[in-house]
């Protein structure tokens, strides 16, 4: 078992509907959690962490945390041409210490 | 804002080359860090470093080395190269918070090595 999954997608979605990117973890210790976003060809740059289970918002983006089923989520309300990129889970596993383990990204395609 | 700078973009090198990756960040922050990103394997953690001197093995350390001789700059060696690491790799930066809590990582452009 890989220890952060993510479908691979691609997911696609209309323009101006929600889009749902979701992650699993296998370490029920783990405590920071991380949703970044890659243009092909280009970095990884965050969108959002979150380190308590429930919602946290920003602008068009809500990550969802539930530790007790170990998964986390995104959501992307008003989905643009403009968010079609790769979303890289990443969460800090415990006894980790400062690292970072990725999942393998889903690929979002927002579509006209 | 936050700016990690990585040496080349793109780089192409014979096999048997040593190479070296440079990395710099401008934000005094304690932690680097090299990964190598491969279609459908994701981002893997090859080496960090928490201060200046110090490094740890990621998950795939074999084929490289490290170098963190002041602590804006992190060099990422490939002592003969070889065409399995062939990829595009990504240094990255954190602040090193001595909390509970892990914070964000900040990468470079990235660097595309293409070894023949």
């Known amino acids: 078992q890989k220890e952060v999954e993510q479908n691979s997608g691609p997911l696609s979605v209309p323009e101006g509907a929600i889009a749902s990117l979701n992650c699993t973890y296998s370490?029920?210790?783990?405590?920071?959690f991380f949703w970044y976003r890659q243009y092909s060809g280009k970095s990884p740059e965050l969108i959002m962490s979150?380190?308590?289970?429930g919602d946290k918002e920003d602008g068009r983006f809500t990550a969802q945390l539930n530790k007790a089923s170990q998964y986390v989520s995104l959501l992307i309300r008003d989905s643009q041409p403009s968010d079609s990129a790769t979303y890289l889970c990443?969460?800090?596993?415990?006894?980790?210490?400062?690292?970072?383990?990725f999942g393998t990204g889903t690929r979002l395609q927002v579509t006209l | 804002d936050v700016k990690v700078t990585q040496s080349s973009r793109y780089l192409v090198k014979r096999t048997g080359e040593k190479v070296f990756l440079e990395c710099v960040q401008d934000?005094?922050?304690?932690?680097m860090f090299w990964y190598r990103q491969d279609p459908g394997l994701g981002l893997r953690l090859i080496y960090f470093?928490?201060?200046?001197?110090?490094?740890e093995k990621g998950d795939i350390p074999e084929g490289y080395s490290v170098s963190r001789e002041k602590k804006e700059r992190f060099s990422l060696i490939l002592e003969s190269a070889s065409t399995n690491q062939t990829s595009m790799y990504l240094c990255?930066?954190?602040?090193?918070?001595?909390?509970?809590?892990?914070?964000?990582?900040?990468f470079g452009p990235g660097t595309r090595l293409t070894v023949l």
């Open positions: 370490d029920r210790g783990s405590q920071s």
């Open positions: 470093s928490y201060d200046v001197k110090m490094k």
């Open positions: 934000m005094d922050h304690e932690n």
């Open positions: 990443a969460v800090n596993l415990a006894g980790t210490a400062s690292k970072l383990t």
């Open positions: 990255a930066s954190s602040l090193g918070l001595l909390t509970g809590f892990t914070d964000t990582q900040y």
């Open positions: 979150i380190y308590s289970n």
